[in-house]
């Protein structure tokens, strides 16, 4: 099995998921390099001790290194574009975190820089290989449900995020509902035609404050003629809610949560189960790991990677029509 | 305990399902007449069966006997507002079937009428009374869930409905989503500001022609700041899927459907377990049946009904404001 | 439809269940009279009201009375031999509570007074017309788990009799353990060989001075080579926790216990449904209409009923056995 | 964090797992040696890959390399004592894969060994370490269910082993339901006074053959008065079935199975969802590897390994009571 040399940009949370997945469970990828501008002793260390050879605060030592096939950009939301477009012109394999960029024209321009070096491009949404929405996906694509009338998401986090944040975030849906646009595409098999948002401010007042809201259902038309409908709330205080239902001609399917166990407690006070995961690292840490599987695989066999570019482009425009029907209060074609 | 005296005015269905309950399960309430236009042999002898003393085809046997105290109104809906307002001024306490009108004027005129005559009126929104969304209802109230945030109400019927129904049935907002118009403002304990409607006819194009959806995604707004969501289809061939859910500060609270048993067989082929039961009469039998005992007893205490005036009126200006909303595609404010 | 007159003996909380069971649920089956020894003005009333003819305290009125086609012992458990025998001699078919009687002479006896006269005759084993068990029976005898090789049934009940009630009940397997030796035959289709009882008393130390336990795991060894096993115990919390499992070469099918709703509250704390249905009444009350259902369509069909005389003596006999093994802690084989 | 320096002997399928659970998830330990008489390319490659330094045919290596400090053996389950006599002799921490021997005087003589030369001891009973009956053992030491009354658990593997295997294996007690005697103890928090066997030969008749049994059903005499039932089969065609219940005096606490994913499909045939896990591995895994970390946690803390000497005594005492219990076909005292 021919070895893939990797370089990592950004050894924050996501960078140190990414990184950990692959020493641990891709073999034949090898990383070479981790780079992260605040880097220290404290990630040098953990770095060395997962078999990572070079450790720097200079991005470029992985663009400029000839033996690094493949790059993982997880750094901070407004290089994404700009590393993307680098790497590519490095003639590198690239993966890169959601979102590629807020802006619509950046996007378009470094997709358009990437087909153009002719190399791979996955964007990290995750949720496509997660085991419940996987196995949603596959009983539509197996004819279970027919034809998809009616696609449900449910996508509450247990926490809101701080309000600081929140001014920097891009808003609930740049920042949220984006995996859900894409569960939404994923699922139904089909582009979103028209959104239209029912928003409020209900967890907290200073997300308010912050320009953003923190609740929302999401109603979504679907080319192929179907209906989907998002629900999103900043804060579902029994933990992390992730669910859909897709729902057709010859049945639906569902999925619940996952849970930390399946014990139940029978007692004369009612039966108690477990709540949802909470964290979403625990929730999603499986489907890191697959989504960096599929990816090597992709690069490894020259095949299509899972998501692509156009799946880097389609959730910033639905999230941008979602932006202007919030203010308009109207629903909004989805501009493509 | 003073005895009521009851009539009943057609003896279809839902007639006789009253009928069936006020014998079987109300102590203390007597029928002592049916009347219905189609009255026959058949009808005679099950409510001979049944102790009914007398059958006709005039309902104005009811109307003119002043042993009767409490009347029954099930037949065609367009004979509901004017037997209301005659049983009213007949003296007579009145439980009518929805919807009192599909006018709006109507139905306030008739309201107005049973107010001026003092008499109780109670109108037949069944499913407030079922097991399943009654505890979600009481959850609600007990500040399980602290302040409603997200309601979402699944509403699905097993099979589609004759299209020569769907011609006089009013629509689908008029004729099923009612049901859940009505449902979203007793979970929610709030009035429906706003409401907006995607639609589509994915079950049946005989339904389309007939100038009607058979799915809808319906987004309310009420005025208490919470976000509903309805979703219909005509039909679901797992079952009649009849699922609530209210989401709030302090967590959620959500029924599943009621099945016709526990059983779950478990073979290399997967693990299977009864589908929802399929007919509404079978669903929601007890709920009838809960129905009627609270309207006697609010006959008898002299209280409130359950289920008054205003909510015969609300859903139907809901339903006026969906079918507005479908045809404009623009989310529509409620009249009141 | 011909019509079939029916005497109820005993008109305690049984005898009420089935005469309401057959008023409200058995067109062409009409009680004409019923019998009590301590028949007073509120049974009468309470007989009046559900159009029964005649009360009495002389169950003789109903023995003697040709009219009377088919009559129902739900008098106290000494009564059931001698009132079956009698009643056999009059001609008339017969439904008996069970235990037809302690004593398996007693029982052989009077199921040969039974048989000569040709009578119908069905012991009250009500828990095989319950929905839930007879899914499992069904998902067996049509073949869904294979041959069947374990049979597990857990009984308990929510609350422990009373001390001077156990001393008078015949012990936990003859009062308790018997619906559960029944089941145990009717899911597996075969009789039982031996038995093995591991008991003790833990619930309450007054039901160990009354002479009895109030948990035991009882193993059976089936005729055709399954192994069974029942848990029992005197006081679930939780409620009345009615389940039971047939695993087989092919798969299994298992239930859960019924539920007031379906309701779910989900909260910081943890995830919470409903108890099991407390009251056995409640729990089973389906099914006692559906006995007396099968028991007036064998009647009036002149076919077999469903639970017959072989069904009354073998639950007794195995009950023995297993007073038996308890005693002597050794596995004890059936008598037949 | 001081380094403990670990060798493993056998690299069959279990010592793999061990040595990818410490490289991967236990930071602090460093495999340096893997020790197998079939030592071959193929596991050196593996090895290699993993960062383990030696690889060699004879574990002498790691008896007599001063460096290591804990032993693991994963070796044939006839050189569990030795081994661990020499790992002792050596002042080597051990962790022992079950059995530590089928002969209970073997067994005595090894743990006496042990004690002597002071050095850490844990026997490689993984179940405790799972996530699902964690949470049943926490509620119990939490008093969530009271005092304990009965212990059931059920246990059936996915498909039997080859009869060969069989022959070997010590039968079914020895090795497949001693895990199950295990956590009968874990549960219970109590020694096992009495077994009663009632066994079959119902899935595979070359079993029988073999001398041995495919399906059980065990009564378990607990010495706190608790009563414990295990079932067993050696086939259970819809996966692995792994559950456990503990009812008490306060309520009770239950498991169901894990399964690939939540979803479930729901059409005119039924609601159909995933069966259990089929793999031990798989359904295992994550139990494995908290079973080394508390391992070494152990070591370098200087605790009480979470399971000990007794731990590794106690269930084969109870398989050898089992097994007379088939035999003799009457209820065992376990002798201690």
Redesign the interface.
């Known amino acids: 099995m021919k070895e893939i040399t990797v370089g990592i940009i950004g050894a924050g949370r996501i960078g140190k998921v990414h990184a950990e997945s692959i020493s641990?469970h891709i073999?034949g990828a090898r990383i070479k390099t981790i780079a992260d501008i605040y880097m220290n002793d404290e990630i040098s260390t953990w770095a060395k001790?997962l078999?990572i050879e070079n450790t720097t605060k200079d991005y470029k030592e992985i663009m400029n290194d000839p033996e690094i096939d493949a790059v993982l950009i997880c750094s901070s939301t407004d290089t994404h574009a700009r590393f993307t477009q680098e790497a590519a012109a490095a003639g590198k394999n690239i993966f890169c975190e959601k979102p590629l960029d807020p802006d619509i024209e950046t996007i378009k321009e470094t997709l358009s820089v990437v087909e153009k070096a002719g190399v791979k491009f996955q964007i990290g949404f995750n949720r496509r290989f997660d085991?419940?929405f996987?196995?949603?996906k596959n009983?539509v694509m197996n004819g279970?449900?027919g034809?998809p009338?009616?696609i449900?998401i449910?996508s509450?986090d247990p926490a809101p995020p701080n309000p600081e944040y929140v001014k920097v975030s891009g808003g609930i849906f740049m920042d949220m509902t984006i995996h859900d646009f894409d569960m939404a595409r994923y699922l139904s098999g089909s582009e979103i035609d028209?959104v239209?948002v029912?928003?409020?401010v209900?967890?907290d007042p200073e997300i308010g404050k912050a320009g953003d809201i923190d609740?929302?259902?999401i109603?979504?038309?679907f080319k192929n003629?179907?209906?989907?409908?998002i629900?999103n709330?900043r804060?579902?205080?029994?933990g992390y809610d992730q669910r859909a239902e897709v729902?057709g001609?010859?049945?639906?399917?569902?999925?619940?949560?996952?849970r930390?166990?399946?014990?139940?407690?029978?007692?004369?006070d009612?039966?108690?189960?477990?709540?949802p995961l909470y964290f979403f690292l625990e929730r999603y840490m499986a489907s890191f790991t697959q989504e960096m599987k599929e990816f090597f695989e992709a690069v490894r066999e020259d095949g299509e990677t899972p998501v692509g570019g156009l799946d880097a482009l389609r959730p910033v425009q639905i999230a941008k029509a979602a932006g202007e029907s919030l203010r308009s209060?109207?629903?909004v074609k989805v501009e493509y």
Request: aromatic share 4%.
């Open positions: 641990l073999p001790n078999g085991h419940n996987r196995a949603v009983a279970k449900v034809e009338h009616i449900r449910t509450r028209e239209y029912q928003g409020a209900l967890v609740t929302a259902v109603t979504l038309k003629g179907a209906i989907g409908v629900d709330s804060q579902a205080v029994y729902f001609s010859k049945g639906a399917v569902e999925t619940s949560n996952d930390p166990s399946t014990a139940v407690v029978k007692t004369a009612g039966i108690k189960s477990d709540n209060g109207l629903p």
